[in-house]
Each structure stands twice: as C-alpha cells, then as structure tokens.
C-alpha cells in the first residue's frame, strides 16, 4: 500500500511563507511518477496549485505564480511545496497527489492576522 505523507502545515500570517512536503513510502517508484499539490478551501472544489513530472517541468496556478515553487527529491521520495507571500486567500487544505492515483491525507494551511 503507497503513502503520501504530508507535513509543514499551520497559522501563518499574511506575507509569511510555509514549506509543505510529502514524503512517499518506500514501495513506490516515486521518481517515475509526476507529482501534484491541490488544494481544497471551504465550501469550494478542490483545485490543482502545483505539478511536478518526472522529468521536473512544472505548472502552477495563476493564483500561486510566482510565489510558489515545487521542487522534489527522488533520492528521498519528497515532493515539497515552497510557499511564499502567502495572502488570505491560500487558506485551505493541502493534498498531496501522485498520477499513480494516490493521495495524500492532507494538511491545513490558514493565513491570518
């Protein structure tokens, strides 16, 4: 059975930054797989932030562009999600997922004064 273990979540206040990463179980070829962060506020869908492939194009949200970064260590089976000048509007759950069609069990994030 995979796992996606997600860590680094919690209170930060607007501006601030967070790092949030994932770290995937042993019995997993993590390093062929593309990896994502979604996200998932209340009342609203869960949405796509950030994907990484394996080979380490990435894609970002226009809500996160340029204020976030996913980078990734084959080497120790993380995926992280690097979040800077962080606003209200980031507050959410945090998933992370692997195109294998797994999930992670989620981390909350939540920006406030």
């Known amino acids: 059975q995979v796992q996606l273990v997600e860590s680094g979540g919690g209170l930060v206040q607007p501006g601030g930054s967070l790092r949030l990463s994932c770290v995937a179980s042993e019995f997993y070829t993590f390093s062929r797989d593309a990896m994502s962060w979604y996200r998932q506020a209340p009342g609203k869908e869960r949405e796509l932030v950030a994907f990484?492939?394996?080979?380490?194009?990435?894609i970002y949200a226009d809500s996160v562009k340029g204020r976030f970064i996913i980078p990734r260590d084959n080497a120790k089976n993380t995926v992280s999600l690097q979040m800077n000048s962080l606003k209200a509007e980031d507050t959410a759950v945090y998933y992370c997922?692997?195109?294998?069609?797994?999930w992670g069990q989620g981390t909350q994030v939540t920006v406030s004064s």
């Open positions: 990484i492939s394996s080979g380490g194009g990435r």
């Open positions: 997922h692997a195109q294998a069609g797994y």
